[in-house]
Every structure is written in C-alpha cells, then in structure tokens.
T-cell receptor, first 115, second 114 residues
Framework: GENVEQHPSTLSVQEGDSAVIKCTYSDSASNYFPWYKQELGKGPQLIIDIRSNVGEKKDQRIAVTLNKTAKHFSLHITETQPEDSAVYFCAASIRSGGGADGLTFGKGTHLIIQP | NAGVMQNPRHLVRRRGQEARLRCSPMKGHSHVYWYRQLPEEGLKFMVYLQKENIIDESGMPKERFSAEFPKEGPSILRIQQVVRGDSAAYFC????????????FGDGTRLSIL
C-alpha cells in the first residue's frame, strides 16, 4: 500500500518569512495530492490540492509543487502570518472517474509562526 | 451551506460498552470516508462508503468495528466492546463524487475510553 513520509515534524519561522513542507510517497499509481491544515480541536481543512498531470499550482500565498519522477511534493507558504500557525498534513490517493481510495496521510508538520 | 456534521463531539465510554459515531455529509455528497487519528499522528483511513454500500473497508479492524451509510440518515461508525486502545479522534469526510472531488472533513468525535 501507499506510504507517505512528511518532514519536518516541526517548523518555526519568523512572521513574513516563507515556510516549506516536503512529502514523499511510495506508490507510483497515486495521482492526487491534497494538503490539509488542522487547527486545535478542529477537523482538517483542505487548503490546496494538485493532480499528477500538473507540476505546480498556486493560490495566493500558497503553492504546491509535484515531482512525479522523484515521487515527492511540497507545500510553500510565503509571507507567513500568525494565523498560518497550525498542523499541516500532506496526503496521497489514487483517483479515477469511478471512485477513489481513501487518503494516505503524512504524520503532519507543526508550523509555528514567530511574531 | 452546512459542512460535514459529526456528533457527538465528545464521547466517553467504559471498557466493554458500545460507541456509535454519527456523520452527516455535506448536502449533495453521497460518498463518506471515516478516518482515525491518534495523538500526534496523521489520520488513518478506515472505510469508504457510498449510499447503502461499503466500497473499501481495508482500514477497518476485523473485529468490533462496523460502518454503514443507509439510504436515509447519517453514516454510523459502530465500535462494539470498546477497549482503551480505541481512544482517538474519529473524523468523517464526504465528497460529491468519489473520483474527482476533494474530501471535506467534519470536526470529529473525540472518543475516550475509561
């Protein structure tokens, strides 16, 4: 089955700086890679996703890159703000028009934005 | 639009009792996924259901756990004869189509076993 590794487990950056979180996956059949943000006591909230036919996707301060050959993908947050502090999870799954596997998650990165 | 609704938010059970966790998907969503999250861990997939059908239960423990998504009403995750190791946060996610649409999560049920 799929295995997703995520690092670092904790990341502390100064407000205004950029943050990068990296993930690798094992199953070359995986073709869908979402990122979730989880705040304390809440469920994961989808912040961005990318499909395997795309190498990069950007949404305001958030971007995701995918390298299918190396089987890794990364989340980039620019101009970090205090409200970006949370736990971030990467995930992978196999998706097709007929259905989708459950998501396989990384273990999470605790992002701390220092004022 | 209401999001994915899970209840109860917190559930306390004694060892040997039964726990029932409920999930109402977002309006228009017919695909439901259940995940379990242990402290300081990522979410682990348990089961994927469409209305009245279990599509993939590869992540479900073989004993004591069951799930259903009836034609009417919420999806139910049922844990019989709970043990301390069942203490975790259980999250439900839904999507309108299993293949091409992202999963949206509820805020979970925190299950504590005394």
């Amino acid at each position: 089955g799929e295995n997703v590794e995520q690092h670092p487990s904790t990341l502390s950056v100064q407000e205004g700086d950029s943050a990068v979180i990296k993930c690798t996956y094992s199953d070359s059949a995986s073709n869908y890679f979402p990122w979730y943000k989880q705040e304390l006591g809440k469920g994961p909230q989808l912040i961005i996703d990318i499909r395997s036919n795309v190498g990069e996707k950007k949404d305001q301060r958030i971007a995701v890159t995918l390298n299918k050959t190396a089987k890794h993908f990364s989340l980039h947050i620019t101009e970090t703000q205090p409200e970006d502090s949370a736990v971030y999870f990467c995930a992978a799954s196999i998706r097709s028009g007929g259905g989708a596997d459950g998501l396989t998650f990384g273990k999470g990165t605790h992002l701390i934005i220092q004022p | 639009n209401a999001g994915v609704m899970q209840n109860p938010r917190h559930l306390v059970r004694r060892r040997g009792q039964e726990a029932r966790l409920r999930c109402s998907p977002m309006k228009g969503h017919s695909h439901v996924y259940w995940y379990r999250q242990l402290p300081e861990e990522g979410l682990k997939f348990m089961v994927y259901l469409q209305k009245e059908n279990i599509i993939d239960e590869s992540g479900m423990p073989k004993e004591r756990f069951s799930a259903e998504f009836p034609k009417e009403g919420p999806s139910i995750l049922r844990i019989q004869q709970v043990v301390r190791g069942d203490s975790a946060a259980y999250f439900c996610a839904s999507s309108p189509k299993g293949g091409e649409q992202p999963q949206h999560f509820g805020d979970g049920t925190r299950l504590s076993i005394l």
